[in-house]
T-cell receptor
Framework: DAGVIQSPRHEVTEMGQEVTLRCKPISGHNSLFWYRQTMMRGLELLIYFNNNVPIDDSGMPEDRFSAKMPNASFSTLKIQPSEPRDSAVYFC?????????????FGNGTRLTVT | GQQLNQSPQSMFIQEGEDVSMNCTSSSIFNTWLWYKQEPGEGPVLLIALYKAGELTSNGRLTAQFGITRKDSFLNISASIPSDVGIYFCAGHYGGSQGNLIFGKGTKLSVKP
Protein backbone atom coordinates (compact mmCIF):
# COMPACT_ATOMS: atom_id res chain seq x y z
CA ASP A 1 0.00 0.00 0.00
CA ALA A 2 1.41 3.39 -0.93
CA GLY A 3 1.35 5.80 1.95
CA VAL A 4 0.96 9.55 1.80
CA ILE A 5 3.28 10.88 -0.88
CA GLN A 6 4.80 14.34 -0.67
CA SER A 7 6.97 16.22 -3.09
CA PRO A 8 9.51 17.61 -3.22
CA ARG A 9 11.41 16.08 -0.27
CA HIS A 10 13.64 19.13 -0.04
CA GLU A 11 13.15 22.66 -1.30
CA VAL A 12 15.68 25.47 -1.05
CA THR A 13 14.54 28.83 -2.27
CA GLU A 14 15.31 32.49 -1.90
CA MET A 15 13.23 34.90 0.08
CA GLY A 16 10.42 36.31 -2.00
CA GLN A 17 10.04 33.29 -4.25
CA GLU A 18 6.86 31.25 -4.55
CA VAL A 19 6.95 27.74 -3.12
CA THR A 20 4.47 24.95 -3.88
CA LEU A 21 4.37 21.76 -1.85
CA ARG A 22 2.42 18.76 -3.11
CA CYS A 23 0.64 15.87 -1.47
CA LYS A 24 -1.10 12.71 -2.59
CA PRO A 25 -3.16 11.20 0.25
CA ILE A 26 -3.80 7.52 0.76
CA SER A 27 -6.47 6.34 -1.66
CA GLY A 28 -9.89 6.22 -0.01
CA HIS A 29 -9.00 8.57 2.81
CA ASN A 30 -11.55 11.36 3.19
CA SER A 31 -9.56 13.86 5.24
CA LEU A 32 -6.29 15.62 4.49
CA PHE A 33 -4.18 17.73 6.82
CA TRP A 34 -1.20 20.05 6.40
CA TYR A 35 1.16 20.39 9.38
CA ARG A 36 4.31 22.39 9.96
CA GLN A 37 7.09 21.13 12.23
CA THR A 38 9.78 23.32 13.81
CA MET A 39 12.08 22.82 16.77
CA MET A 40 10.52 25.71 18.63
CA ARG A 41 6.84 25.04 18.07
CA GLY A 42 6.68 21.32 17.31
CA LEU A 43 3.87 20.06 15.07
CA GLU A 44 1.26 22.67 14.23
CA LEU A 45 -1.88 22.14 12.18
CA LEU A 46 -2.16 24.61 9.33
CA ILE A 47 -5.34 23.50 7.56
CA TYR A 48 -7.44 20.42 6.97
CA PHE A 49 -9.92 19.25 4.32
CA ASN A 50 -12.85 16.85 4.41
CA ASN A 51 -13.94 15.46 1.04
CA ASN A 52 -11.78 18.08 -0.68
CA VAL A 53 -13.46 20.98 1.16
CA PRO A 54 -11.36 23.18 3.50
CA ILE A 55 -12.84 22.90 6.99
CA ASP A 56 -10.49 24.82 9.24
CA ASP A 57 -7.68 27.09 8.07
CA SER A 58 -7.24 28.95 11.34
CA GLY A 59 -3.72 27.59 11.65
CA MET A 60 -2.53 29.17 8.42
CA PRO A 61 -0.07 31.78 9.67
CA GLU A 62 -0.65 34.51 7.11
CA ASP A 63 -2.27 35.34 3.81
CA ARG A 64 0.98 34.34 2.16
CA PHE A 65 -0.08 30.73 2.79
CA SER A 66 -2.78 29.07 0.74
CA ALA A 67 -3.90 25.47 0.24
CA LYS A 68 -6.07 23.75 -2.31
CA MET A 69 -7.46 20.30 -2.84
CA PRO A 70 -8.83 20.13 -6.40
CA ASN A 71 -9.63 16.41 -6.14
CA ALA A 72 -9.49 13.50 -3.72
CA SER A 73 -5.98 12.50 -4.70
CA PHE A 74 -4.09 15.78 -4.71
CA SER A 75 -3.47 18.82 -2.55
CA THR A 76 -1.06 21.74 -2.66
CA LEU A 77 0.27 24.16 -0.07
CA LYS A 78 1.58 27.38 -1.54
CA ILE A 79 3.66 30.09 0.10
CA GLN A 80 3.93 33.36 -1.79
CA PRO A 81 6.13 35.20 -1.17
CA SER A 82 8.29 32.99 1.00
CA GLU A 83 10.27 34.32 3.97
CA PRO A 84 13.17 32.84 5.98
CA ARG A 85 10.87 32.24 8.97
CA ASP A 86 8.86 29.84 6.82
CA SER A 87 11.77 27.39 6.95
CA ALA A 88 10.43 24.19 8.48
CA VAL A 89 9.39 20.66 7.63
CA TYR A 90 5.89 20.57 6.17
CA PHE A 91 3.90 17.36 6.56
CA CYS A 92 0.80 16.21 4.82
CA UNK A 93 -1.36 13.60 6.55
CA UNK A 94 -4.54 11.79 5.64
CA UNK A 95 -7.21 10.04 7.66
CA UNK A 96 -9.74 7.41 6.58
CA UNK A 97 -12.83 9.09 8.01
CA UNK A 98 -14.19 12.25 9.51
CA UNK A 99 -14.16 11.06 13.09
CA UNK A 100 -12.35 13.48 15.32
CA UNK A 101 -10.24 10.71 16.80
CA UNK A 102 -9.36 8.98 13.54
CA UNK A 103 -5.57 8.47 13.50
CA UNK A 104 -3.48 10.36 10.99
CA UNK A 105 -1.13 8.80 8.44
CA PHE A 106 1.76 11.14 7.69
CA GLY A 107 3.89 11.55 4.61
CA ASN A 108 7.66 11.92 4.89
CA GLY A 109 7.51 15.69 4.69
CA THR A 110 9.05 18.48 2.65
CA ARG A 111 12.00 20.20 4.26
CA LEU A 112 11.79 23.86 3.20
CA THR A 113 14.71 26.22 3.53
CA VAL A 114 14.21 29.86 2.63
CA THR A 115 17.41 31.89 2.45
CA GLY B 1 -5.76 26.92 24.88
CA GLN B 2 -5.08 23.26 25.45
CA GLN B 3 -1.47 22.24 25.99
CA LEU B 4 0.34 18.97 26.42
CA ASN B 5 3.44 18.62 28.57
CA GLN B 6 5.54 15.71 27.40
CA SER B 7 8.45 14.43 29.44
CA PRO B 8 11.24 13.76 29.47
CA GLN B 9 12.51 15.83 26.55
CA SER B 10 15.27 13.33 25.89
CA MET B 11 16.55 10.01 27.19
CA PHE B 12 19.88 8.24 26.81
CA ILE B 13 19.61 4.59 27.77
CA GLN B 14 21.47 1.33 27.42
CA GLU B 15 20.15 -1.40 25.16
CA GLY B 16 17.94 -3.74 27.15
CA GLU B 17 16.66 -1.11 29.57
CA ASP B 18 13.01 -0.23 29.93
CA VAL B 19 11.79 3.23 28.98
CA SER B 20 8.90 5.29 30.27
CA MET B 21 7.59 8.62 29.00
CA ASN B 22 4.39 10.51 29.63
CA CYS B 23 2.15 13.36 28.65
CA THR B 24 0.07 15.46 31.00
CA SER B 25 -2.38 18.27 30.60
CA SER B 26 -4.70 20.42 32.66
CA SER B 27 -7.41 19.66 30.08
CA ILE B 28 -9.42 16.52 29.45
CA PHE B 29 -8.86 14.52 26.29
CA ASN B 30 -11.06 11.94 24.56
CA THR B 31 -8.31 10.18 22.66
CA TRP B 32 -4.60 9.72 23.17
CA LEU B 33 -2.28 8.73 20.35
CA TRP B 34 1.40 7.83 20.45
CA TYR B 35 3.58 8.33 17.37
CA LYS B 36 7.24 7.64 16.58
CA GLN B 37 9.26 9.74 14.17
CA GLU B 38 12.59 8.65 12.70
CA PRO B 39 15.01 11.03 10.95
CA GLY B 40 13.79 12.16 7.56
CA GLU B 41 10.40 10.55 7.97
CA GLY B 42 6.94 11.49 9.15
CA PRO B 43 5.42 10.37 12.45
CA VAL B 44 4.09 6.82 12.45
CA LEU B 45 1.22 5.76 14.69
CA LEU B 46 2.21 3.29 17.41
CA ILE B 47 -0.81 3.05 19.69
CA ALA B 48 -4.26 4.67 19.87
CA LEU B 49 -6.23 4.89 23.14
CA TYR B 50 -9.93 5.72 23.22
CA LYS B 51 -11.17 5.10 26.77
CA ALA B 52 -10.09 6.30 30.19
CA GLY B 53 -8.13 3.56 31.91
CA GLU B 54 -7.46 1.70 28.67
CA LEU B 55 -4.16 -0.17 28.58
CA THR B 56 -2.96 -1.28 25.16
CA SER B 57 0.15 -3.11 24.00
CA ASN B 58 1.89 -3.27 20.65
CA GLY B 59 4.80 -5.70 20.93
CA ARG B 60 7.24 -4.28 23.46
CA LEU B 61 5.24 -1.05 23.70
CA THR B 62 2.51 -0.45 26.24
CA ALA B 63 0.46 2.71 26.61
CA GLN B 64 -2.27 3.74 29.01
CA PHE B 65 -5.02 6.34 28.93
CA GLY B 66 -5.07 7.94 32.39
CA ILE B 67 -8.20 7.59 34.45
CA THR B 68 -8.49 11.35 34.89
CA ARG B 69 -8.31 11.67 31.06
CA LYS B 70 -5.59 14.27 31.53
CA ASP B 71 -2.57 12.06 31.02
CA SER B 72 -1.09 9.10 29.19
CA PHE B 73 2.12 7.14 29.37
CA LEU B 74 4.13 5.00 26.98
CA ASN B 75 6.47 2.27 28.12
CA ILE B 76 9.02 0.43 25.99
CA SER B 77 10.41 -2.77 27.45
CA ALA B 78 13.85 -4.23 26.70
CA SER B 79 14.90 -1.41 24.37
CA ILE B 80 16.85 -2.15 21.21
CA PRO B 81 18.87 0.19 18.94
CA SER B 82 16.03 0.52 16.41
CA ASP B 83 13.85 2.11 19.09
CA VAL B 84 15.84 5.30 18.52
CA GLY B 85 13.69 8.21 17.42
CA ILE B 86 11.36 10.91 18.69
CA TYR B 87 8.16 9.78 20.37
CA PHE B 88 5.16 12.10 20.30
CA CYS B 89 1.96 11.97 22.25
CA ALA B 90 -1.13 13.57 20.77
CA GLY B 91 -4.43 14.25 22.43
CA HIS B 92 -7.80 14.89 20.82
CA TYR B 93 -10.16 16.95 22.92
CA GLY B 94 -13.34 16.28 21.02
CA GLY B 95 -15.27 17.97 18.26
CA SER B 96 -13.60 18.67 14.97
CA GLN B 97 -10.64 16.76 13.60
CA GLY B 98 -8.53 19.86 14.04
CA ASN B 99 -8.76 19.55 17.81
CA LEU B 100 -5.67 17.34 18.01
CA ILE B 101 -2.64 18.61 19.91
CA PHE B 102 0.85 17.17 19.78
CA GLY B 103 3.40 17.10 22.58
CA LYS B 104 6.90 18.41 21.88
CA GLY B 105 8.33 14.90 21.78
CA THR B 106 10.73 12.67 23.70
CA LYS B 107 13.99 11.99 21.90
CA LEU B 108 15.22 8.48 22.66
CA SER B 109 18.82 7.41 22.19
CA VAL B 110 19.84 3.78 22.78
CA LYS B 111 23.44 2.72 23.30
CA PRO B 112 24.19 -0.78 22.04
Amino acid sequence: DAGVIQSPRHEVTEMGQEVTLRCKPISGHNSLFWYRQTMMRGLELLIYFNNNVPIDDSGMPEDRFSAKMPNASFSTLKIQPSEPRDSAVYFCASSPNRGGNSPLHFGNGTRLTVT
Amino acid sequence: GQQLNQSPQSMFIQEGEDVSMNCTSSSIFNTWLWYKQEPGEGPVLLIALYKAGELTSNGRLTAQFGITRKDSFLNISASIPSDVGIYFCAGHYGGSQGNLIFGKGTKLSVKP
